[in-house]
């Protein structure tokens, strides 16, 4: 993250805490869902997902930062490091791909409430998460086994905190005129594609919305998508900024910080984004809390 020496010990102690964070967050969130029946549905089955998606895409990053720090070895083979770009990008697209999935989740409940749990059933539910956790190691697949087979390399020092795909590319020597061609239609399928398909839904929703005379009733049908849209709006932003910037070095060190915010802030807000702007989840928390309180009867 920073060659200043001084700089060293404060980075580490924040991605610790951010770390932490992202744990304790992330697995409150599934837990609580699990235990609590008022939480089984579609929207908190996907929100379980997402969760797990956070903790994992945030580990296979931020791990080897607390490594490095304690340890003072940066080095990492070659193996692992194209072995931890192939994941990571696959789990992002798994993430984009499980924010599709509950962006028509949301779309059903507000647009078709009365069919809504016909429609979200159990297979239906477990059918899209099933797809959404394949399609990205699938799609990606083939790009990783290209650049696993690059023979040549400017130099050994990537100027990033993890192997991410854009200054691994910048070190190749090989020929890269297919990779390109495999990186752009696989941001088509993992990135422009679930935007599509996650925005569109958002554009009935609104017009639904709209149509309803209440204020009340607009209101609760906008709560009811606020949460995820403001987790997608940052979601997509970081992207964007990370990977949509121009390829050279000068924007790589500034690429760093936005890699940071996608891989540690985004997996850090989404549980505190869904469970303080969300009664339900506060209320669940709370019922939770006061089943482990309860003392336990003896029994004579």
């Known amino acids: 993250i920073s060659d200043t020496p001084s700089l060293q010990a404060l980075a580490f102690v924040l991605v610790l805490l951010i770390y932490i964070i992202i ?3 992330n697995m409150t969130i599934f837990l609580v869902v699990c235990l609590d029946h008022h939480l089984h549905t579609p ?4 929100l379980c997902n997402l969760s797990i998606l956070d903790i994992f895409s945030s ?8 490594l490095s720090f304690l340890s003072g070895d940066n080095t990492v083979s070659s193996h692992v490091c194209i072995c931890q770009m192939f994941i990571f990008i696959s789990l992002v697209g798994n993430e984009l791909m499980m924010l599709t999935a509950m962006s028509y989740d949301r779309y059903v409940a507000v647009c078709n409430p009365l069919l809504y749990s016909s429609v979200m059933g159990p297979d239906v539910c477990s059918a899209l998460a099933s797809i959404c956790w394949v399609f990205g190691f699938i799609e990606s697949a083939p790009l990783f086994i290209l650049i696993y087979r690059f023979s040549c390399y400017k130099s050994n020092i990537i100027n990033h905190f993890f192997c991410d795909i854009v200054p ?3 070190l190749a020597c090989s020929d890269t005129s297919l990779t390109n061609l495999l990186i752009f239609i696989c941001g088509l399928f ?3 594609f679930p935007f599509m398909f996650t925005f569109i839904p958002y554009v009935f929703i609104i017009i639904a919305i709209l149509k309803i005379h209440s204020s009340s009733g607009k209101h609760k049908a906008f709560y009811t998508c606020s949460s995820h849209l403001t987790v997608v709006v940052f979601l997509y932003t970081t992207l964007i900024c990370q990977y949509m910037r121009p390829i050279s070095m000068d924007s790589l060190e500034s690429s760093k910080l936005f890699s940071l915010f996608n891989t540690a802030a985004v997996p850090m807000l989404n549980p505190l984004i869904y469970s303080l702007k969300n009664k339900d989840v506060k209320a669940s928390l709370s019922r939770v809390c006061r089943k482990t309180d309860k003392p336990r009867k003896r029994h004579n």
């Open 190 to 192: 993992l990135s422009i």
């Open 23 to 25: 744990l304790g967050g």
């Open 168 to 170: 691994i590319m910048q």
């Open 43 to 46: 929207m908190y089955f996907f």
């Open 59 to 66: 580990t296979v990053t931020l791990h080897k930062i607390l």
